[in-house]
T-cell receptor
Framework: EDKVVQSPLSLVVHEGDTVTLNCSYE??????LLWYKQEKKAPTFLFML????IEKKSGRLSSILDKKELFSILNITATQTGDSAVYLC????????????FGKGTKLTVNP | NAGVTQTPKFQVLKTGQSMTLQCAQD?????MSWYRQDPGMGLRLIHY???????DQGEVPNGYNVSRSTTEDFPLRLLSAAPSQTSVYFC?????????????FGDGTRLSIL
């Protein structure tokens, strides 16, 4: 059984739309919840949420962590074609962000 | 500042061959790790290290060896390559401990086993 579950697995929107990506996780040994964006190569870091920081915002992107319901969401407002990527959610179970367990990712396609 | 550097970028092997994937970081990070990414599977942790001389297994360690003789380098060895090890391999690093800093990834090595 997957520990980190992302939904939807894929999403196609038009430029300007707002999207919400979902990630549920298990509570065992929870330390952190991270979001990464992956285009062609390396995953690039977006946000890290912990018990002491449950909301993050950077420009058009924002994320929240619901510790009670064990999920996180990533919001992207006013989407652009450059937002097209796979968005990965990962749970860290050691130290700060070590021993990451990833979900399968959400493939976002933003059409002009 | 190069960050996390992986070599080679691409490699094709025959079944049974051995090879080493290289990973180096110049950020003096204590924590380093190796992941593999397969279609539809997300990234899965192979091995990790919390500092020089210390390594441990992740979720999918079989068929892979690691060592950490220096802070900078964390090579991944395939002793006898199998077609099931065809994948994209990513190395990542972070300051470690309880720094609450995220892992940063290298650009990956695409490995094909024939």
């Amino acid at each position: 059984e997957d520990k980190v579950v992302q939904s939807p697995l894929s999403l196609v929107v038009h430029e300007g739309d707002t999207v919400t990506l979902n990630c549920s996780y298990e509570v065992t040994n929870f330390r952190s919840l991270l979001w990464y964006k992956q285009e062609k190569k390396a995953p690039t870091f977006l946000f890290m949420l912990t018990s002491s920081g449950i909301e993050k915002k950077s420009g058009r992107l924002s994320s929240i962590l619901d510790k009670k319901e064990l999920f996180s969401i990533l919001n992207i407002t006013a989407t652009q074609t450059g937002d097209s990527a796979v968005y990965l959610c990962a749970e860290g179970s050691q130290g700060g962000s070590e021993k990451l367990v990833f979900g399968k990712g959400t493939k976002l396609t933003v059409n002009p | 500042n190069a960050g996390v550097t992986q070599t080679p970028k691409f490699q094709v092997l025959k079944t049974g061959q051995s090879m080493t994937l290289q990973c180096a970081q110049d950020m003096n990070h204590e924590y380093m790790s190796w992941y593999r990414q397969d279609p539809g599977m997300g990234l899965r942790l192979i091995h990790y290290s919390v500092g020089a001389g210390i390594t441990d297994q992740g979720e999918v360690p079989n068929g892979y060896n690691v060592s950490r003789s220096t802070t900078e380098d964390f090579p991944l060895r395939l002793l006898s390559a199998a077609p099931s090890q065809t994948s994209v391999y990513f190395c990542a690093s972070s300051p470690g401990g309880y720094s609450n800093q995220p892992q940063h990834f290298g650009d990956g090595t695409r490995l094909s086993i024939l």
